[in-house]
């Protein structure tokens, strides 16, 4: 007798008390925002999870849209004038992968159902908007979200942003599964996406964070790892949903599969990391319209009397009014001034 070993593929036990699929996953990301004059490039990496409820009668609706444990960013900055400086923050928010939710159940092909090895091509409008690829198991599809609008049932969270003020030139997507044993794929077989966003549109329209209107780019590629996946009750699911993890540091798992750092990425890393915070903030000059003036002038004199009245106007409130109308008067001057540069670096242009 000869002893014969087999590997069989992972399987997955559902109850009925295990209704909801939590599944973990490793994002790294690379999103690129441009204007006429300025540049901002940021690397990202980020555990985030997803709350998918295996029915209608779970009663908890979950999330499909990454939540975010933990992060860490590197944003490099570039201007027409020769800046390049680095930092780990930005005011502006401009990566698409936040919108890039677990995609939909979806129905394989006729040809690739009871086959082993297949491929097939589905065309939209235009060009091919679907490619399927089946190696066993394992099923691959990749998306021309622009090729036809039914493609966009892929991409649910985004599809409202197709819309007058913003162009997409480029957005595709690549979903992995794994373990596919019947006629359609789902959240449970997914091992992974990838996409490449390229866009065009004008701040309001794109992210709402430019207060200037002007046109920008914004390109996202992104790369999800699942890393791991469990069904759990829906109690276990609420307490998920109501830990606060800003509280409490988590860190950040890459996965064996994710390909090394491009050289230029190590760089930018390095120069973040080597970052002296301590003098970039002692550094910072404030606006002298948002603080005291004249402080030393009004201690010279301050006697009796003018102690007493003080006090008096603490007790009717005339201090605090003096004090809200000085600040909103700066601020004023502050906007106008700022109006004014625009304004002159728009007539330079």
């Not at 999103?31 to 300025?38: A, I, K, P, R």
């Not at 903030?281 to 006697?303: A, T, W």
Request: charged share 30%; hydrophobic share 35%.
């Amino acid at each position: 007798m000869v002893e014969n070993i087999a590997e069989l593929p992972e399987l997955v036990i559902e109850t009925r008390d295990h209704k909801v699929l939590h599944m973990l996953a490793y994002v790294r990301e690379y999103s690129l925002l441009t204007s006429y004059s300025d540049s901002v490039f940021m690397f990202r990496e980020k555990m985030v999870d997803y709350m998918i409820p295996s029915g209608r009668k779970a009663k908890f609706k979950g999330w499909r849209s990454p939540r975010i444990l933990s992060c860490r960013s590197y944003y490099r900055f570039t201007n027409d004038a020769g800046l390049d400086s680095v930092s780990d923050r930005s005011r502006h928010h401009f990566s698409w992968s936040d919108w890039m939710r677990v995609a939909p159940t979806a129905g394989l092909p006729p040809s690739l159902i009871d086959a082993d090895c297949a491929t097939d091509t589905l065309f939209g409008k235009y060009s091919a908007t679907e490619i399927w690829s089946k190696n066993n198991s394992r099923v691959m599809v990749d998306v021309d979200v622009l090729a036809d609008t039914a493609s966009r049932k892929w991409v649910p969270n985004l599809s409202g942003f197709f819309r007058d003020g913003l162009d997409f030139e480029r957005f595709r997507v690549r979903f992995n599964y794994e373990n596919v044993a019947g006629d359609s794929v789902a959240p449970q077989n997914l091992t992974g996406y990838s996409f490449n966003i390229e866009s065009n549109g004008r701040g309001h329209d794109m992210f709402r964070f430019n207060r200037i209107n002007q046109p920008v780019y914004v390109s996202t590629y992104a790369e999800v790892y699942i890393m791991d996946k469990e069904y759990i009750t829906v109690k276990e699911a609420r307490k998920w949903d109501k830990h606060d993890f800003s509280a409490q540091r988590i860190d950040i798992y890459e996965p064996p599969e994710a390909p090394d750092l491009q050289p230029a990425i190590r760089d930018l890393v390095a120069r973040v990391d080597n970052l002296d915070r301590d003098s970039v903030r002692l550094d910072f000059s404030p606006d002298q319209r948002l603080v005291g003036i004249h402080l030393e002038d009004s201690r010279k004199n301050f006697g009796f009397g003018r102690r007493v009245l003080s006090m008096l106007k603490q007790l009717t409130g005339i201090s605090q009014y003096r004090f809200n109308k000085s600040v909103n008067q700066h601020w004023d001057d502050m906007k106008d001034d700022l109006r004014r540069q625009r304004r002159q670096k728009d007539k330079e242009r």
